[in-house]
């Protein structure tokens, strides 16, 4: 690929250098700088694709502050419908489900539902990215949860508002009902 | 786990043009865990699981859902769509080892 692009910057460098008076040793020079750039660019990616992973190893003030940059997010509960049971006898299988008050027409629409589990040691648990065609500001999802603790569901509005309910769920695992 | 990248999909029967119709998605998936040793440290590996479900009706991007390892086993995904036309409803399954699982539905309207 580079070997390629070399190739045509270098006819292309040519045909400028004819037109616009560039000399020789200034396009050579940018050419170089953007290989630079790009093998850097190559080096680098896999770092970022690996810390910008919806799911990490980490807190849930430390996944927050990671999705949302300190935004500030105000109290939902009047919007948001979070559904989830008060007690899960698995705390393998335990459906979530959250509706939000939303016109979801294009000019305010939910744009994403998040899903968190704070006592999870992967907190996010799912994003969901909705388009004004949904219809209704609607996800449903069986999740994980490691222990008792709160699940919280934050939603992203169209206009960068962010809302949040939470609900806290007792986990019982592995008890003599299940 | 033979049955791995079976999707069931569930559409309401009946549908009326204008509807906002719920629909309900099922994968037959391990969506494996983060194993750790015996100090507790992490097990560095590719683990297999979805990490995103795409809901395209009419060749539009509806809902897409991005998922972690806290989503479980054989997972189960709702979400809405408005139905305007008869056409194709597409869920896409993608898992973390290049996996691509998906099911359709054809909505009709009666």
């Known amino acids: 690929m580079e070997k390629q692009d070399g190739g045509h910057n270098v006819k292309h460098g040519t045909a400028v250098t004819d037109s616009h008076g560039l000399t020789r040793r200034t396009v050579l020079m940018s050419l170089a700088a953007f290989g630079v750039a790009v093998a850097g660019g190559l080096a680098a990616a896999p770092g970022t694709a690996h810390g910008q992973a919806l799911g990490q190893n980490e807190s849930v003030e430390e996944a927050l502050k990671r999705l949302f940059g300190g935004k500030t997010i105000k109290d939902g509960s009047a919007a948001i419908k979070l559904d989830v049971p008060l007690i899960a006898e698995n705390g393998a299988v335990v459906p979530v489900s959250v509706t939000v008050d939303s016109p979801m027409t294009p000019a305010s629409w939910v744009k994403h539902i998040y899903v968190v589990a704070d006592k999870n040691r992967i907190p996010v648990v799912t994003r969901v990215t909705l388009a004004p065609e949904a219809g209704r500001a609607f996800m449903g999802a069986n999740i994980r949860l490691g222990e008792s603790g709160d699940v919280r569901a934050i939603v992203e509005q169209s206009d960068g508002t962010l809302l949040q309910v939470k609900r806290e769920v007792k986990v019982t695992v592995g008890g003599c009902g299940g | ?110």
Do not use: W
């Not at chain 2, 559409?11 to 998936?29: A, M, N, T, Y």
């Not at chain 2, 590996?45 to 989503?71: C, E, H, M, P």
């Not at chain 2, 305007?84 to 998906?102: A, H, I, M, N, S």
């Open chain 2, 1 to 110: 786990m033979a049955d791995i990248g079976k999707v069931r999909l569930r559409v309401p029967s009946s549908i009326k043009p204008g509807d906002v119709v719920e629909v309900r998605s099922l994968v037959i998936h391990p969506m494996e865990r983060v194993e750790r040793d015996a100090q507790g440290k992490i097990v560095q590996r590719n683990y297999n699981y979805i990490n995103k479900v795409i809901v395209t009706y009419l060749g539009k991007t509806v809902a897409t859902f991005d998922t972690t390892q806290s989503v479980a086993e054989n997972p189960f995904f709702s979400f809405t769509f408005k139905a305007t036309d008869p056409g194709q409803l597409k869920v896409q399954f993608l898992d973390t080892t290049g996996g691509r699982y998906e099911g359709t539905a054809d909505i009709k309207f009666a």
